[in-house]
């Protein structure tokens, strides 16, 4: 298990965590019962930098430094699936062509604006959240993600990066990862804001999967990648809604 968390680091972060760690698929597969607690690793690292620019005249400059730590930590891999994702849900297109625009390299308007859009949106939110929310937005988008891809299939024809992803997000691995993001949100102070806008962000996550499902018949990795950056952009909003 600890093997294949390294493993779901590798994929999705750019954390080094060693050259000898090699694509496992079993170990893979199994780790993914934690893989909301890859973002609490996430969590700790944005924590460690809200906590230097913690002060109440730096907070467009701490939202700017987060905003940026969270793309250099994550590699961007989510925001390239958010653009591609934009550019096919919202290009009017149907069946195979959707998959044609979001395969393509080259990013169209909808992906532009997609990616302003979500990136003033962290740069905003950022701003203004408390530390805790800070390190639980990673876990919660996380959590999200499985839950969106839970009793989905894979929408492509031929086989992606994210087809094992998809196709092995059981009901034990959507419990497993529920249980780390309510675990961590009960240890926060503000755990009522915390559990509330986790599981409000956890279920407009699934109706938005289901929505993507009726457009494109299931989920792919760009679509996953596109509810991680939707679902923390949510649980933010939620956060601060709530907090008042």
Not at 46 to 58: A, D, G, P, W
Request: aromatic fraction near 14%; glycine fraction near 10%.
């Amino acid at each position: 298990m600890a093997y294949g968390f390294l493993i779901l680091l590798s994929f999705f972060t750019r954390i080094p965590v060693g050259k000898k760690i090699e694509y496992n698929e079993d170990n893979f597969v199994k780790a993914l019962n934690l893989y909301s607690l890859m973002g609490a690793v996430i969590g700790l690292l944005l924590m460690f930098v809200y906590s230097i620019l913690n002060s109440t005249y730096m907070n467009m400059l701490k939202g700017l430094v987060l905003t940026i730590s969270y793309l250099i930590i994550t590699g961007g891999i989510h925001m390239d699936g958010m653009a591609d994702t934009s550019d096919g849900i919202f290009s009017g297109r149907t069946g195979e062509k959707v998959f044609e625009i979001m395969s393509d390299s080259h990013i169209g308007s909808f992906g532009v604006i997609s990616l302003i859009l979500a990136l003033l949106s962290q740069f905003v939110l950022f701003s203004y959240i408390d530390i805790y929310s800070c390190f639980m937005m990673p876990v919660v988008g996380r959590t999200c993600t499985i839950i969106a891809s839970w009793n989905k299939k894979y929408a492509k024809k031929t086989k992606g990066m994210g087809t094992l992803f998809i196709e092995s997000i059981d009901t034990k691995v959507l419990i497993s990862n529920i249980f780390v993001m309510l675990f961590f949100a009960l240890l926060m102070p503000n755990k009522i804001v915390i559990v509330t806008s986790g599981f409000a962000a956890l279920m407009i996550s699934y109706f938005i999967s289901c929505s993507i499902e009726d457009k494109i018949g299931g989920m792919t990795g760009d679509t996953c990648g596109f509810i991680t950056e939707i679902s923390q952009i949510i649980f933010m909003i939620f956060v601060l809604f709530l907090r008042g």
